[in-house]
């Protein structure tokens, strides 16, 4: 019986050289409570070929979810908790326990296989009230195993802030964490914001990563996995303007609330899950080849200097030095290409000259010890398998230029931007609900993963941007309290959209590692303390988890399925 079924499975297998019907589906609403028509139920109308099942709908009994990391103004502590269910079972509810926590009961729910959640974490708090006699529990199993977690908050007397939230590993040990941690999330003040995010995903077969400590070589560590998928396959973390962690030199009406767009530093963001970089040189600080962020008109020039070009290229290498196996992907581009040196009569920056780039781009094509080289022959870049990146357990960079007057240089991982077929447009907006209607929209309408050569196939390397800009709504919140804004709602209303259909190659964020609003002026070891590797373990969901289920892509869920009949019978 088994090898009757076994063969009618493999027999199964061909039937992916048909393509499913991939139509356009509307814009999303502005409304970013309404998922009517969303991505995931125009995904339910499609079957997943390798087993003949529906791909997964759009739960409607998930919470409505908050997006905005809010600061709350008051001594009150609350906060939002999204968990994010990157497995391959549900995550089922078993039950909840409370005293003196708001909202507590009622409020949780099993969360489907590749969906995520997000509840309310609120401390009563008054004249009567002790903290110490606080806490509250919701505990879960991993469906199909005995894997169990929960969530667990109370009063911790030897932190700051005393009252809590983490995730008790008491019934599951993870890649990253031992069986029987108890997992601090840490915990917002009213200045610093109220977004929490814990990230699972894995299987039983596979093993599980988890948001807590995911590995910093987390491309190679999925190797086994993603290793045959094509580069335009595979989802991994951005860095808009990279090289501005820092300001080292300003016009005036420059400030770090306008200009910075990172906390740390090249080295910090690969540690933190970045493998995009959009970086952007200029000539600066007395002929200096610099990062920068300006903002350029006819008339007038205002923006900053970022870090120095050298030492990025060194902080590229010594990450790749201490984590080999990794790809890391450089945007040289031409958006900030001045010469702040010098004013023009109109008090405006001129553009570099061919001459001001050569020893700038001639830099990045010499300066870069293990580039991703002799694909010159290949027509896209994003065409290559994994393996054939990154399979021989060294890893490298590529580099991309665009609108720079360099030389192709396959020989050192030096290619032309068109080589990657990318597409890469922000929404321009401070309006968080717009950009979020624009991005996913343009995420719907560019990206639909079906057989390749299909009309109805756009597989093109895409870049979602969740960043938001400075405009005429809002010139006074800072980039970085945007970033948070952006960012806490990757986890519920980004992540909720994704399906194996449509999800995106770079998300593509200011402030990586960010978990919620930090201070200014720390240290890049305080930064590395600080920020977390949530973002990194919610790439690894989409890969492990929604991209998996997409036959055209493959992954170990193809085969656990068959595994799993097979068990069955």
């Known amino acids: 019986m088994n090898s009757f079924i076994y063969l009618w499975l493999v027999a199964l297998l061909p039937l992916c050289g048909a393509s499913p019907a991939i139509s356009a589906p509307r814009l999303l609403d502005h409304n970013i409570s309404s ?76 969360i ?40 667990s908050t109370g009063y911790v007397s030897s932190m700051s802030p005393k009252l809590r939230a983490r995730i008790s590993y008491d019934g599951i040990g993870t890649k990253d964490t031992p069986q029987g941690t108890m997992f601090d999330l840490g915990f917002p003040t009213r200045s610093n914001g109220n977004t929490l995010q814990w990230v699972l995903t894995g299987s039983e077969s596979y093993g ?68 995009w970089f959009d970086v952007r040189p200029c000539l600066g600080n007395s002929g200096k080849h610099m990062t920068c962020h300006y903002s350029v008109s006819s008339n007038s020039a205002v923006g900053s200097n970022g870090l120095e070009v050298d030492e990025i290229i060194a902080q590229i290498n010594k990450f790749m030095d201490e984590y080999p196996g990794e790809l890391a992907i450089i945007d040289l581009n031409n958006e900030s290409g001045f010469d702040t040196d010098r004013r023009t009569p109109e008090q405006s920056y001129n553009r570099l000259t061919d001459d001001q780039w050569r020893p700038i781009w001639q830099k990045w094509r010499d300066g870069i010890k293990k580039p991703c080289k002799g694909f010159g022959g290949a027509a896209r870049l994003d065409d290559l398998t994994m393996n054939q990146l990154i399979g021989d357990g ?8 665009r609108s720079i007057p360099a030389t192709e240089d396959a020989s050192k991982g ?50 979602l941007s969740w960043t938001m800009t400075l405009g005429v709504n809002d010139i006074v919140t800072p980039l970085a309290d945007r970033a948070a804004i952006a960012q806490s709602s990757l986890f519920w209303s980004a992540y909720h959209e994704f399906t194996p259909f449509s999800y995106p190659n770079v998300i593509y964020v200011d402030f990586v590692g960010q978990p919620y609003l930090l201070d200014q002026g720390k240290s890049q070891v305080d930064y590395l303390k600080q920020t977390g590797g949530h973002l990194t373990a919610l790439a690894m969901a989409v890969n492990l988890q929604i991209a998996s289920q997409n036959c055209y892509v493959g992954g170990w869920q193809d085969i656990s399925k068959i595994r799993l009949i097979l068990e069955q019978n």
């Open 35 to 110: 998922h009517a028509q969303s991505p995931r139920e125009v995904a339910a109308q499609l079957l997943d070929l390798c087993t003949g099942q529906p791909v997964n709908s759009n739960p409607t009994n998930i919470p409505s979810g908050e997006t905005k990391a809010q600061r709350t103004g008051t001594n009150t502590q609350v906060a939002y908790l999204t968990i994010v269910n990157g497995c391959n079972q549900d995550f089922e509810f078993l039950g909840a326990n409370q005293w003196q926590m708001k909202n507590w009961d009622g409020q949780w729910v099993t």
């Open 112 to 151: 489907p296989a590749g969906e995520s959640a997000q509840f309310d974490i609120n401390f009563a708090q008054g004249l009567f009230v002790k903290d110490s006699d606080t806490g509250g529990e919701a505990y879960f199993q991993i469906k199909n195993t005995n894997k169990k977690f929960h969530v």
């Open 208 to 275: 599980y990563w988890s948001s807590a400590n995911p590995p910093v070589a987390y491309l190679h560590a999925m190797l086994d996995v993603i290793g045959e998928r094509k580069l335009k396959y595979v989802t991994m973390i951005g860095s808009h303007d990279a090289g501005m962690s820092e300001i080292d030199g300003s016009t005036a009406f420059s400030t770090w609330q306008n200009t910075q767009t990172q906390w740390l530093d090249v080295y910090g963001q690969l540690v933190r899950g970045s493998r």
């Open 394 to 401: 060294q890893g490298c960079v590529i580099t991309l230029f």
């Open 414 to 463: 030096f290619y032309s931007y068109g080589k990657l077929n990318a597409y890469n447009r922000y929404a321009e907006t401070d309006d968080y609900a717009k950009m979020r209607a624009d991005q996913l929209s343009k995420l719907q309408q560019n990206r639909k993963l079906g057989k390749e050569g299909d009309s109805g196939t756009n597989d093109g390397f895409f870049l």
